[in-house]
């Protein structure tokens, strides 16, 4: 069951119960989002609609075209691959990093993300296994303490969960390999041995582009 949230406002509220019909699967890659009918299934008005559709939007999970509207994004296998070749620079630079300077404090951090993981994926959440999940790979670029690479490992990490949301077989595995992975990559760093938190980094994102469904296939 789906816990009860808090509201700051309604553009906050607008916001999370679009993101939740995203990561849900309710709503379809490239569907038509009108600002007017979900102000009113919502029962709020445009205004916090549309500063939702474009905190969605600086996420990857929205495309807002002028004069057009919204869209729920709909990227192709070309942009996701991409995405992963700027992504995978970014974090092996990262985890170099890093494994030069991680203390205990992000060490014990990533093994409450891992354990976080664990839950999410047994409970089918993937919600909460995308924010586990993300903050695995933030924690790892705020230990090598580089706040301008941090920053872009950040920016990244919200576009190519995006394409988790919207073609990530998570709902239909019975084991999620990102798990042991991670479990690898926590072990390598530990032992602050970055040649091989490189190697596992690497691979771990070409595993997870490859998982990624072809958005331009017929399966």
């Not at 089918?124 to 903050?135: H, S, V």
């Not at 933030?138 to 872009?152: H, M, P, Q, S």
Request: include cysteine.
């Amino acid at each position: 069951m789906r816990e009860p949230r808090l509201y700051t406002t309604s553009a906050d509220y607008a916001y999370q119960e679009l993101r939740h019909k995203i990561v849900t699967k309710q709503l379809k890659p490239g569907q038509r989002l009108p600002e007017v009918n979900i102000a009113v299934q919502m029962g709020v008005s445009r205004t916090p609609v549309r500063e939702a559709l474009r905190r969605l939007s600086s996420e990857g999970l929205v495309n807002i075209i002028p004069n057009s509207g919204a869209r729920l994004a709909s990227p192709t296998i070309k942009e996701m691959e991409d995405t992963f070749i700027v992504r995978e620079k970014l974090e092996c630079l990262s985890i170099a990093m890093a494994a030069e300077r991680i203390g205990d404090r992000h060490l014990r951090r990533l093994e409450e993300l891992v354990l976080d993981e664990v839950r999410a994926v047994e409970d089918r959440n993937l919600e909460a296994y995308l924010e586990a999940y993300e903050w695995f790979h933030r924690t790892i670029a705020d230990a090598g303490a580089n706040k301008v690479l941090a920053e872009f490992v950040g920016n990244i990490l919200a576009r190519t969960n995006a394409y988790v949301v919207f073609y990530d077989p998570f709902y239909e595995q019975d084991e999620n390999p990102t798990l042991e992975e991670h479990k690898s990559i926590l072990e390598s760093l530990s032992h602050r041995d970055g040649e091989a938190s490189i190697a596992l980094m690497r691979a771990h994102l070409r595993r997870s582009m490859s998982c990624l469904k072809n958005p331009d296939s017929d399966d």
